[in-house]
């Protein structure tokens, strides 16, 4: 891992002029190299890469994956797509959609259903709104088919633009909106595109397990609730407080590879490879909407972390650091730093969101 890590450092990111072509490059490149591993094997790694306590280096990972280069034009930060946003819930899609370009993103879009608009719209002209998400109460029984084809069309014209999907800020449970959401999500799978899964998303893809099974290019990020959600019924068990680690790796494992951030006083991440834990203080304030900027700040990373994997060569194992579990360590780290750097007992979402720019820029100076 260090020696990959100095490689990155001190490489140039080269990027494609396809977006598709250099997803299928880096999926061939990084997916290929841990598949062949004994299971004795893959416990040595996740020894070597975790440490004894499993701390992540994070100051060094959030330098290495953080550029910011006056070369590139725009849109060559992240484009970030979030689809979320309902008639009930219109703040965590805005919380989710700034905060990408808080931390350096220069395109933010939020695909949410008619209602949640021109709302989501009134908090910011910085983010792209696209109406064309529609919940059951909106349509007729018989308009169903006909609105459903619509929705998938609207969306994946989009979709190769982009660098990663977050799923689930202000979702919603409404049936026919999550059934579009799971064809969506089907879409960014076929494209290669990855896809970060919070709040409702996690409910969706924890009563459909194949939307993200064997997709390595997703992230699940639970809090205690969820997860324990997710461990009830990929594990059929209870949560363990004992061997959180085995637990955690089991999980990824059975969910084939997906990462899992998995949310709490240290948060714990978890490819099915290694286990890495992030303990940095922050706030002990749990205001909502909290998970959204999490979420949103490991799609901007694990986006930023894919770009400089393809600049790298294999080293001699074969196989180069998870793009996604970067991302993960990254944005747990900022995170915590922008929270408590924040009003302490008075912290708000849009606090946290405000110090996100100096936070990272106190890790990794721009110039």
Same mark, same amino acid.
């Given at each position: 891992?260090?020696?990959?890590? =100095?490689?990155?450092?001190?490489?140039?990111?080269?990027?494609?002029? =396809? *977006?598709?072509?250099?997803?299928?490059?880096?999926?061939?490149?990084?997916?290929?190299?841990?598949?062949?591993? &004994?299971?004795?094997?893959?416990?040595?790694?996740?020894?070597?890469?975790?440490?004894?306590?499993?701390?992540?280096?994070?100051?060094?990972?959030?330098? &290495?994956?953080?550029?910011?280069?006056?070369?590139?034009?725009?849109?060559?930060?992240?484009?970030?797509?979030?689809?979320?946003?309902?008639?009930?819930?219109?703040?965590?899609?805005?919380?989710?959609?700034?905060?990408?370009?808080?931390?350096? #993103?220069?395109?933010?879009?939020?695909?949410?259903?008619?209602?949640? #608009?021109?709302?989501?719209?009134?908090?910011?002209?910085?983010?792209?709104?696209?109406?064309?998400?529609?919940?059951?109460?909106?349509?007729?029984?018989?308009?169903?088919?006909?609105?459903?084809?619509?929705?998938?069309?609207?969306?994946?014209?989009?979709?190769?633009?982009?660098?990663?999907?977050?799923?689930?800020?202000?979702?919603?449970?409404?049936?026919?909106?999550?059934?579009?959401?799971?064809?969506?999500?089907?879409?960014?799978?076929?494209?290669?595109?990855?896809?970060?899964?919070?709040?409702?998303?996690?409910?969706?893809?924890?009563?459909?397990?194949?939307?993200?099974?064997?997709?390595?290019?997703?992230?699940?990020?639970?809090?205690?609730?969820?997860?324990?959600?997710?461990?009830?019924?990929?594990?059929?068990?209870?949560?363990?407080?004992?061997?959180?680690?085995?637990?955690?790796?089991?999980?990824?494992?059975?969910?084939?590879?997906?990462?899992?951030?998995?949310?709490?006083?240290?948060?714990?991440? =978890?490819?099915?490879?290694?286990?890495?834990?992030?303990?940095?203080?922050?706030?002990?304030?749990?205001?909502?909407?909290?998970?959204?900027?999490?979420?949103?700040?490991?799609?901007?990373?694990?986006?930023?972390?894919?770009?400089?994997?393809?600049?790298?060569?294999?080293?001699?194992?074969?196989?180069?650091?998870?793009?996604?579990?970067?991302?993960?360590?990254?944005?747990? *780290?900022?995170?915590?730093?922008? *929270?408590?750097?924040?009003?302490?007992?008075? &912290?708000?979402?849009?606090?946290?969101?405000?110090?996100?720019?100096?936070?990272?820029?106190?890790?990794?100076?721009?110039?």
């Amino acid at each position: 891992m260090e020696f990959l890590l =100095s490689k990155l450092r001190n490489s140039n990111c080269v990027l494609g002029s =396809s *977006a598709n072509v250099r997803r299928q490059q880096f999926l061939i490149r990084s997916l290929g190299g841990h598949r062949n591993q &004994t299971h004795a094997e893959r416990m040595q790694t996740t020894k070597v890469v975790a440490g004894t306590h499993l701390e992540a280096d994070v100051e060094t990972i959030v330098r &290495t994956i953080t550029q910011f280069d006056p070369s590139r034009h725009k849109g060559q930060a992240g484009k970030i797509a979030i689809i979320g946003g309902c008639h009930e819930y219109t703040g965590a899609p805005y919380f989710a959609a700034i905060s990408a370009l808080k931390i350096g #993103a220069d395109l933010s879009h939020v695909f949410c259903t008619k209602d949640a #608009a021109t709302v989501i719209k009134s908090y910011s002209p910085e983010i792209i709104v696209h109406p064309v998400l529609e919940e059951s109460y909106s349509i007729k029984e018989d308009e169903k088919r006909s609105i459903f084809a619509k929705v998938l069309a609207k969306v994946s014209k989009w979709m190769e633009r982009f660098d990663c999907l977050v799923v689930g800020p202000g979702l919603g449970r409404d049936p026919f909106l999550l059934d579009c959401v799971s064809e969506i999500m089907k879409l960014a799978r076929q494209s290669e595109i990855p896809i970060v899964v919070d709040g409702d998303g996690l409910f969706l893809v924890t009563n459909n397990l194949d939307l993200v099974s064997g997709y390595h290019l997703a992230v699940l990020t639970p809090n205690v609730n969820e997860y324990k959600r997710l461990v009830q019924k990929v594990l059929n068990c209870e949560v363990s407080v004992e061997d959180a680690t085995e637990e955690l790796l089991s999980l990824a494992r059975r969910i084939g590879g997906t990462t899992i951030l998995r949310k709490g006083n240290s948060d714990l991440i =978890s490819d099915g490879e290694t286990v890495n834990m992030v303990s940095t203080f922050g706030s002990p304030r749990r205001c909502g909407g909290q998970g959204d900027i999490l979420s949103v700040s490991v799609a901007v990373f694990s986006s930023w972390a894919c770009q400089q994997m393809l600049s790298l060569e294999e080293d001699s194992s074969g196989s180069t650091p998870n793009p996604m579990v970067l991302g993960c360590i990254a944005a747990s *780290a900022l995170l915590r730093k922008a *929270a408590f750097e924040s009003k302490k007992r008075g &912290t708000l979402t849009t606090d946290i969101i405000e110090c996100l720019g100096k936070s990272l820029e106190d890790i990794c100076p721009a110039s």
